[in-house]
């Protein structure tokens, strides 16, 4: 997304004092634009003279005085140069983009030190960041490597920043970080090109391997092809500062100082100075032709620049967009539509970050056509089962099922169009939509409940129009019948309180109260003169940046425009249209900053072909884009570009809530400069937060953990310290698609809803007494609702000599039982290889966080490429006795991601088995051995008998991101018998649920290693959505943990239970040493959004369950002692929460 500063003229009232001749607004607005524009086209002599007249109506501001030097530099003349952009540092002397131009001359004229000493004194950006990066290239790698490392904490998803800091860093030889660098370039979107891809994981590889001289290499092959790409010079232009094509970049912006002194300039409201204009020929178009059908925007070449998609009967042409200009690339990327297209939409249908095209021939045909790497449109509508759309007459692209794909939804004709992205390169009927879209005529879509979920607005031409409620799984349900009225819709906050309203051409405006619930708000008139705009098109935009969204419909009988007033009263404004625009039939309409000045510019079609319409003027205010970037390969939870996110952004007294439906979204920002905060809630529910953002700001996606159980921490002695997750086994209403390949159209299936009873190991010296007791706190932390019924603490003392685990695996072997091994005679492995042949052995020998690691990841978190781990054990090893003990960790997928792999056929989970060499020298499989049950977690294999020759080497294989740390064989006694322990068990004599907040979060031994958290750094943010409903109340809870009875504590995020046990009065004989095993039992309800009942707390779950979510019949038991519980203690009651509302808006 190419940088722009929006111009911005703020309106001062008398009380600033000023007496000095008023200003000419449109004056200076109109020399602005056209020396802009005389500069881009290099008529540097014409754009001397508007910027020498922008100098004289705004003497005080470096924006006139600052273009001009640009544009002397530009000329060559160097000393006018300077002595112009003297003038500008003077008026603003912190101002990047002045101090960039500035630079580039220093270095034009020879002077480096000098560029550098004027790039350090003003505030930092990312361009100026890398300005500074390049100058000290020469002089040091280290400070280069810091440099950019500093413009990666601004753009985190710059590709080419990127791989300039691998290769550095490379040089540095800081093997570990480059391999950091490269792996994060993997997940970044668009993926690399195929045939730069082999180059990418061979130097990997390498660099895993020590060998660096052939990483150095393949890293250099792979910069020689990744260079000449769109995506890498788009990347490289967003920062390319004092080294980029151009001699600098101008200004477009008037200074914040300049605007609070700036005198004269009238109290007229800014959106009395706007204008559109047309400048359809100005920009390249042809003048007149063929009427257009329709249009569609999208930079489906990943150059950065958009494009424009101009469809009619007689075909389609590809048109470049820069700067307001516009060039006929069709050439260049022929599209097969031979029929032309009446409806027409670019979205990325298979997440590869290269925006593919939907289009509806005038055949009445369905069209989608892959995008291939920006090089050319396949036609596999064939494959994906979309041809047969006839009837449609509006396209949506929206992750309807929340699986972090996008959907398609399709509105016209009788017949239901509601398709099911497989993300396997095939569409499926929803099964669970039916009648969504029958009649419909248009329709849009957001989350108007507040749940999480997108719903969809459908209206009809009867005027029987229709709110679709998303219920998950369960489909759809039509809420909603209040709202009437035909013709166009469009959905959006117009007034600024948080909730998605809904606008519809033959009724007008809908007025949300936040739940879904709508009311019909007549305070303005005006919009009755869209009654009329059938077949149309209806946007909300803010055409004047003052923070409040305007609207435009446009119809066969003219184009209207309509005000917003800052109260969510609308005026018509449709004179500030051309008077054609106003009376002439409109076709399809794209609303766009088409010249990258700040403020959003028209495009329609009609009869005559197609117009552009600049907005002249809106730029009186700034505004701010945001650009949500998702993560790739191994997350794959949200959509390329998070089209159906909710974006919240605060400035000053300003609240606005968008929903994302396209890849760039434009904020006004009325007076202020710049926004406070910027809230996203992607499409799968996770929140991310962003302090004082851009003005352009470009989002990555966290690779944030949301769900892995509750957390157990022990107090040492000195601090309490985290040890694992508990109640793993439990997955209450989780989907089942990683445990098969797809449901073959049966309904969801979901894991057992039975309570998970598990013990885990303590190591001794993680649990000391504190004042004669045991302290344990249980805390939840992740967005996730526990139900924590029993806990029990045994205490284990043994012979130093030997360890005590238990087998934490998942799926347990069997019915829960304490089970414990006493590992005698420990010994590692004789060798061990991954299957590329990598000696992994001594990630293994220890538990030390060094862990087996050449993971290859795929689409999703929690799958990788399979993956083998060889060991090679000895001879003793498969006599009674002898057990195999592997420590590790896994990386959990989530409900969401389940779905998604229940839906499609070239991916799904398998468990790790262990095979060993039949007679034959073959491997067979000897058994399935399950994973670690989250974090540090122990699995153990009994290997009596396992072996039928003498080779006694085992294969580990999996896909799972299953990451192994230790591997030992023992022999050990098990059960009582051979066993030399004593054990006590601990019921809990006190039990205190409390708010806490959030540890910190990081990970331990790297980045391969386990999420874990450090309990003495805590914040009382959430990070995270509420789960509503009745949790138990704060206090004593003693008596909930002490039976498994369906009496627990629940739990939601921020809670902690400190829960104390007496320590036995005597400690451990001389010789030997006392481990504990924590038994737990309870639930874990991950809040994602495809989990049954996930974002809510009930329905409560109890131990005759037979499933979750219930079954017909079930209910949670209502006698008398659980009724007096849920009454007695469940009593505290969660509403949901909106952080950046101010106290009027909280519902």
């Not at 009427?291 to 998609?309: C, H, R, S």
């Not at 039916?434 to 999480?452: C, K, L, N, P, R």
């Not at 003990?885 to 896994?890: E, K, T, V």
């Not at 509403?1135 to 909280?1146: D, F, Q, V, Y």
Request: proline share 6%; hydrophobic share 40%.
């Amino acid at each position: 997304m190419k940088t722009f500063r929006s111009l911005a003229i703020v309106l001062l009232l008398g009380a600033v004092g000023c007496r000095e001749k008023p200003i000419d607004q449109g004056a200076l607005i109109t020399a602005r634009t056209v020396g802009l524009e005389h500069l881009q086209r290099g008529r540097l002599p014409e754009a001397e003279q508007e910027f020498k007249t922008v100098i004289a109506l705004a003497p005080r501001d470096p924006l006139g005085y600052a273009n001009l030097g640009l544009t002397y530099l530009r000329a060559g003349r160097y000393a006018e140069a300077e002595s112009e952009l003297d003038r500008a540092r003077r008026l603003d002397p912190k101002n990047p983009d002045i101090a960039l131009i500035v630079a580039k001359l220093y270095m034009l004229t020879e002077r480096p030190a000098e560029a550098r000493q004027v790039l350090a004194g003003v505030t930092p950006d990312a361009r100026v960041f890398y300005a500074l990066a390049e100058l000290e290239r020469q002089s040091g790698d280290s400070i280069y490597a810091e440099r950019l490392r500093h413009v990666l904490q601004r753009i985190p998803a710059n590709l080419a920043v990127r791989l300039q800091l691998a290769d550095a860093l490379l040089r540095l030889g800081q093997t570990d970080s480059t391999v950091r660098y490269l792996e994060e370039v993997r997940r970044l979107r668009p993926q690399p090109p195929r045939e730069a891809k082999p180059h990418l994981d061979a130097a990997l590889q390498a660099l895993r391997a020590g060998r660096m001289a052939n990483a150095r290499a393949e890293l250099d092959r792979l910069l020689r092809l990744l260079e000449v790409t769109a995506p890498y010079q788009a990347a490289l232009a967003e920062v390319d500062g004092i080294e980029g094509p151009l001699a600098g970049r101008p200004v477009l912006a008037f200074s914040p100082q300049s605007l609070i002194t700036m005198r004269g300039i009238g109290s007229a409201p800014a959106s009395a100075k706007v204008q559109f204009t047309d400048v359809t020929g100005e920009t390249g178009f042809p003048e007149g032709g063929a009427p257009v059908t329709a249009l569609a925007w999208g930079d489906y070449d990943g150059d950065g620049e958009d494009n424009l998609l101009v469809a009619s009967a007689a075909g389609a042409r590809l048109y470049a967009v820069h700067g307001g200009f516009v060039a006929d690339v069709s050439a260049n990327m022929p599209l097969p539509l031979a029929a032309g297209a009446v409806v027409a939409a670019f979205a990325d249908y298979d997440n590869d970050g290269w925006p593919d095209l939907f289009a509806i021939g005038t055949d009445g045909r369905g069209y989608l056509l892959h995008n291939r790497e920006g090089k050319r449109f396949d036609d596999v509508t064939a494959a994906a089962g979309v041809g047969d759309v006839a009837g449609t007459q509006h396209a949506l692209f929206v992750d309807l099922d929340h699986d972090g794909d996008l959907d398609l939804l399709l509105v016209g004709g009788g017949s239901l169009g509601a398709y099911r992205n497989n993300l396997d390169g095939t569409f499926t009927l929803f099964p669970n939509a039916d009648g969504i879209v029958q009649g419909g005529t248009d329709a849009a879509f957001a989350d108007v409940d507040d749940d999480g979920r997108t719903d969809v607005f459908v209206t009809s031409a009867t005027g029987a129009d229709g709110l679709f409620h998303n219920d998950g799984v369960r489909g759809f349900t039509r809420t909603a019948d209040t709202i009437r009225g035909t013709g166009p819709v469009a959905m959006g906050d117009y007034d600024n309180d948080g909730a998605v309203d809904i606008f519809v051409a033959g009724s007008g405006l809908w007025h949300n109260n936040g739940s879904g619930q709508f009311t019909h708000d007549t305070r303005s008139p005006a919009l009755a003169r869209a009654r009329q705009a059938a077949g149309g098109t209806a946007v909300f935009f803010d055409y004047d940046n003052d923070g409040w969204l305007d609207l435009i419909v446009a119809a066969p009988h003219g184009a209207l425009l309509f005000h917003n007033d800052g109260t969510g009263r609308f005026t018509d404004r449709s004179e500030l249209l051309p008077p054609a625009v106003q009376r002439d039939s409109i076709g399809p309409l794209v609303v766009a900053d088409i010249d990258g000045d700040g403020d959003q510019d028209l495009i329609f079609g009609d009869r005559s072909g197609v117009h552009v319409l600049r907005n002249d003027g809106g730029n009186a205010h700034l505004a701010m884009r945001v650009r949500l970037t998702t993560l790739g390969l191994g997350s794959g939870k949200n959509n390329s570009y998070g089209i159906g996110a909710r974006l919240e952004v605060r400035a000053g007294e300003l609240f606005q809530t968008r929903v994302v439906t396209e890849p760039v979204m434009h904020f006004g920002l009325g007076s202020h400069f710049k926004a406070d905060v910027l809230r996203v809630q992607w499409p799968n529910g996770v929140p991310q937060t962003i302090y004082f953002p851009g003005t352009d700001e470009d989002v990555l996606e966290l690779q944030q953990l949301k769900g892995s159980c509750a957390f157990l921490y022990t107090w040492d002695g000195t601090r309490f310290r985290f040890i694992t997750d508990v109640m793993w086994q439990s997955a209450l209403g989780m989907p089942l698609g990683i445990m098969g390949k797809g449901q073959g159209g049966r309904g969801m299936e979901y894991a057992p809803a039975g309570a998970s009873q598990e013990y885990i190991r303590i190591p001794g010296e993680a649990l000391q007494p504190r004042n004669g007791r045991y302290v344990l706190q249980v805390t939840e932390e992740l967005w996730e609702t526990a139900y924590l019924d029993q806990l029990r603490l045994v205490a284990v003392d043994h012979p130093d000599s030997v360890n005590v685990f238990v087998d934490e695996r998942f799926p347990p072997p069997g019915p829960p039982r304490l089970r414990r091994f006493q590992a005698m005679h420990r010994r590692a492995p004789l060798s061990a290889v991954d299957g590329r042949g990598s000696d992994v052995l001594d990630d293994l020998r220890e538990h030390d966080d060094r862990y087996v690691s050449n993971l290859t990841p795929v689409r999703y978190q929690g799958l990788t490429e399979p993956h083998e781990l060889i060991l090679d054990l000895d001879q003793d090893a498969g006599r009674p006795g002898t057990f195999l003990f592997l420590r590790g960790w896994i990386y959990p997928s989530d409900a969401s991601i389940n779905v998604a792999l229940s839906q499609q056929h070239q991916l799904h989970a398998e468990l790790p088995t262990l095979e060993v060499r039949d007679a034959r020298g073959r491997w067979a499989v000897a058994r399935t051995v399950g994973f670690p049950s989250g974090k540090d977690k122990t699995v153990v294999i009994d290997l009596a008998g396992l072996f039928p020759t003498g080779d006694h080497r085992v294969r580990l294989r999996t896909n799972l991101q299953v990451y192994w740390d230790q591997a030992f064989v023992a022999d050990t006694g098990t059960g009582e018998r051979g066993m030399t322990t004593r054990i006590a068990t601990l019921a809990p004599v006190s039990g205190d649920l409390h708010f806490r907040g959030f540890s910190r979060m990081y990970r331990r031994g790297g980045r391969y290693g386990p999420h874990w958290f450090d309990y003495d750094d805590v914040t009382k943010e959430s990070p995270w959505r509420p789960i509503t409903g009745a949790a138990t109340r704060y206090g004593d809870v003693r008596p909930l943990l002490d039976r498994s009875d369906d009496q627990y504590v629940v739990m939601v995020p921020g809670d902690e239970v400190t829960v104390e046990f007496d320590a036995p009065a005597d400690g451990p004989s001389p010789g030997w040493t006392r481990d504990f095993i924590l038994y737990s039992d309870g639930w874990i309800k991950d809040s994602d959004l495809n989990t049954a009942n996930g974002t809510t707390i009930g329905p409560l779950p109890y131990h005759a369950i037979t499933s979750y979510p219930y079954a017909p019949g079930d209910a949670y038991p209502a006698d008398s002692a659980r009724q007096r519980y849920l009454r007695e203690y469940n009593t505290r009651i969660v509403k949901l929460t909106h952080p950046l509302r101010g106290a009027k808006e909280e519902r």
